[in-house]
């Protein structure tokens, strides 16, 4: 019964979104003309183009943007502030807040500017490259307070940057020579940080030629470690945990055998640099714990 309800309201505001739309007068060969210029950095005609397009439809975020903008590379900040105050309202989002924010700062106000970029942190921030990218804001490099929202903004749109949990798994970055503990030839392995620094990406190539994969990352939600790890044979393993003690400590449920399995991999760094990986299978549930194997790796030599 509930479903029911639910798809009958869906549809009902559904039915109400469309009696409530007009149709627009912009015809398709507006767009194509308006986003051509726009494209091609013909601002003066782009915002000729886009104006006749706002004057038919003043609800739409697109258009209304778009003038904004091309009348800002024309060097009228003024002129383009309604219109891209009116997108961002209608359509938020962090490239609209930096576009009024560039506009602002032309007209020299700061605060305002500053302003703008401040909405961005619920929406997800920007990037530092981004706003030091900016030829409006480069008279503020060496401005404290803009400096301040730069680095706010960043860590917004980068949180793993910052994050102490993201950063527990870093010893394990690097490019590696792996060895067994009898100084056999196991393999080699390029760890590296991807993803705006959220995620450990392991690269591993057997001394046999085989070859695998692993994710990891530090899951927020449930504040534990997780490693995803697929191979060339069609080997897919989904390890938990966390760090301890200053290791990490993840367990896979598998099965080796056809018994069902627990696997536990331990990462520790030694004080030479070099990480051990040390692998251990349980058929007891945890109880016991039997050794799978014992690997080294060794930073490669340039």
């Not at 979104?17 to 912009?26: D, Y």
């Not at 961002?88 to 962090?94: M, R």
């Not at 400096?147 to 690097?174: T, Y």
């Amino acid at each position: 019964m509930m479903t029911r309800l639910l798809i009958l309201v869906v549809c009902i505001c559904a039915l109400v979104s469309f009696a409530q739309a007009q149709p627009s007068a912009i015809t398709p060969e507006m767009r194509v003309e308006a986003n051509g210029f726009y494209v091609a950095g013909d601002w003066a005609k782009a915002a000729a183009a886009y104006e006749k397009m706002v004057a038919l439809d003043k609800v739409a975020s697109g258009p209304s943007y778009r003038l904004g903008n091309s009348l800002l590379n024309l060097g009228k900040p003024s002129e383009a502030l309604p219109y891209l105050e009116h997108a961002l309202t209608a359509a938020p989002n962090p490239i609209f807040a930096l576009t009024v924010a560039r506009a602002y700062a032309l007209s020299g106000n700061k605060a305002k500017s500053l302003e703008a970029l401040e909405k961005t942190v619920p929406m997800g921030g920007l990037t530092a490259d981004m706003l030091n990218g900016q030829k409006e804001f480069a008279g503020w490099k060496g401005d404290k307070q803009f400096n301040e929202m730069v680095a706010k903004l960043d860590l917004a749109a980068n949180p793993c940057k910052a994050a102490p949990e993201f950063r527990q798994f870093d010893f394990w970055i690097g490019e590696w020579d792996v060895k067994t503990a009898q100084g056999g030839i196991a393999g080699s392995s390029s760890v590296q940080l991807i993803l705006g620094q959220c995620i450990i990406f392991e690269n591993w190539t057997s001394g046999a030629g085989s070859s695998g994969k692993s994710f990891n990352i530090y899951d927020a939600n449930d504040k534990k470690w997780h490693q995803t790890w697929v191979s060339d044979k069609g080997a897919f393993t989904h390890y938990i945990g966390g760090l301890k003690d200053g290791s990490m400590a993840v367990i896979a449920d598998t099965m080796i055998g056809g018994k069902k399995t627990l696997a536990r991999m331990t990462f520790s760094k030694l004080p030479n640099g070099d990480v051990r990986q040390f692998g251990e299978n349980s058929v007891d549930d945890g109880k016991t714990w039997t050794p799978a194997f014992d690997l080294f790796y060794s930073k490669k030599k340039l």
